[in-house]
């Protein structure tokens, strides 16, 4: 088996891996890339292989960083199938066509408003390559193996972080390979602990977090004193909240805290069509997070669903206190940026930022200090409030990561660190190396791995001990 590294190297999107069997080639993951000019250019780029020669995806969840080109994929010739869990599938049905929609929308507003160095702006795929995308996917359930090709077998198992996450195991006969996916943390507040480390002898690990450890806090406390003085300042409080996963935290935290009274009775709306779907989903998927029916409901039952266009500029232009979340959680596109434009240079209103922002990201900029950003052409001040809850983070610390390695008593041969900025990734390597004893590596992109010299080697090192 060769395994080649082509996204997610030393940074935290644009997930794809390349896995040649002696009989298949699997691709894990078909993320957009997100960030700085230069790390976007990736996504225009011609695929490392002819799509037409790879013969199956399999999704380790939905979010685009991990699914959002697939819908480009296809369009290039992929006519495989497309394998994930049931609730994959689901939730990759409401991000592909809004991501399609947006790269369209921009594409528009780029060439009206002369606000691109193409001439003209191009989307980088379209809504009828999403849904083209989406007719090639089939679902298998958790924990139960199947065939997603010739002589390779393939396991589901449960990583928290959102709904159908999963870690994925690959085995060819030969050698077994490990992807953890996006890992939950084993303490959230709403989604269930992943589950035990499968065994393997490759190992691919996410390290987002992997330079740090989250705050014992659960973000309640300080959700409610954000909210508080945001609306006593007579503002506006906004939280760029991923559509998925995220938005169905702060929804949860929120519904818990005007059950209390601990936060003032304002209006709280949710205008991410995309979000609106994805709650609904959740709603659907109690098997998979912690919370109860009531619960579930209170969540639902304190947000004004914003779903029209019409409706959301009536919102962009409504200047009294309310609570607003809005995709997408790094600012990197959809309707929050109109809401930044309004909201970001008056003093009173807060944004509030929730889990990890990217470097080179809008996100980024702002939680960094940034005076101004760039939006839609035009330079937008930066004077309200920016706060940045890191606890409410989908993804595992750096404590956690470890202790989900170690889950396992095996070792395997050899483990990568993806998924995660180059201080991330070398303090996560640093702790396994200290703490475990493995032997990993962080692998720069287009890095190709040969499993058969590795155990070659590994066995010769044995031999020889």
Known sequence: MHIGFWGANRTV?????????RTA?????????????????????????????????????????????LPGLVRDGFRGTIWCTPGTADVCALLLPD???????????????HTSRHKPALPLFTTHDADRALRQFRTHPF????????????????????????????????????????????????????????QSDILVVESTYGDRRHPPSSGRNELAEITRATIARGGTLLIPAFAVGRTQEVL?????????????????????PMATSATDLFLRYRDEHRLTAEQCER??????????????????????????????????????????????PDSRNTVLFVGHQAIGTRGNSIVNGAKHVRIYGQDVEIRARIEHLNMLSAHADAEDLVRWLGSEQS???????????????AALQEHILRQLGWQVEVPAFATTIDTDALQSTTREAVHRG
């Open 411 to 425: 070792t395997p041969i050899r483990t990568y660190l993806n998924h995660g900025e180059p201080d991330a990734s």
């Open 299 to 344: 969540m639902a039952h304190i947000v004004h669903f914003v779903r029209s266009v019409e409706e959301s500029k009536d919102l962009t232009h409504d200047s009294t206190p309310k609570i607003v979340i809005s995709a997408s959680g790094m600012a990197t596109g959809g309707r929050v940026l109109h809401h930044l434009i309004q909201l970001a």
């Open 252 to 272: 949860f935290l929120l519904g818990e805290l005007r059950h209390t009274g601990s936060i003032p009775d304002v209006p709280v709306f949710l205008n991410s």
């Open 143 to 198: 924990n139960s193996a199947f065939t997603p090709v010739h002589g390779v077998r393939a396991t589901f198992s449960h990583a928290g972080h959102i709904i159908g996450a999963s870690t994925v195991t690959i085995d060819d006969g030969e050698t077994r390979v490990v992807f953890s996916g996006d890992l939950g943390r084993p303490r959230d507040a709403v989604m269930h602990a992943p589950e035990p480390r499968p």
């Open 13 to 21: 999107t644009g997930s794809r891996t390349i896995l040649d069997t």
């Open 99 to 113: 991501a399609a929609r947006l790269e369209v929308e921009e594409a528009h507003y780029a060439n009206v408003h």
């Open 25 to 69: 080639r699997i691709l894990i993951d078909c993320g957009l890339f997100h960030g700085d000019r230069a790390t976007r250019a990736h996504n225009r780029a011609d695929f490392p292989v002819d799509p037409s020669t790879i013969d199956a995806v399999i999704l380790t969840h939905a979010h685009v960083d991990h699914s959002g080109f």
